[in-house]
């Protein structure tokens, strides 16, 4: 099947960091662009960090110099550094146009990864 998996959520303190990964199946055999969303409580989702297939990267200014994105083929990450209580939200791997042998779908979702910055 077609899905992404995130991992890395946790409980961190703030000025603390995280990192956070999303894989995506072995169905998969390209994805143009990948990107970490979010969501923190009482708002909308929103774009944190983006990187094309071609290592082009696009960050939130909200996390610009803490935040860093990476990639490796269909696996992207995240690192989270100097985390502050307002990162606090679901994190959603994203990826758009995502190419198995048979299918193109326009964009997959996976299912959040929740991370907590609090003391």
């Not at 143009?32 to 989702?45: E, F, I, L």
């Amino acid at each position: 099947q077609v899905q992404l998996v995130e991992s890395g959520g946790d409980l961190v303190q703030p000025g603390g960091s995280l990192r956070l990964s999303c894989a995506a199946s072995r169905s998969i055999v390209r994805i143009n662009t990948m990107g970490w969303y979010r969501q923190a409580p009482g708002k909308q989702r929103e774009l944190v960090a983006s990187i094309t297939s071609g290592g082009m990267t696009s960050y939130a200014d909200s996390v610009k110099g803490r935040f860093t994105i990476s990639r490796d083929s269909n696996t992207v990450f995240l690192q989270m550094n100097s985390l502050k209580p307002e990162d606090t939200a679901v994190y959603y791997c994203n990826a758009d146009q995502v190419f198995t042998p048979t299918y193109r779908y326009l964009e997959v979702w996976g299912q959040g990864t929740l991370v907590t910055v609090s003391s």
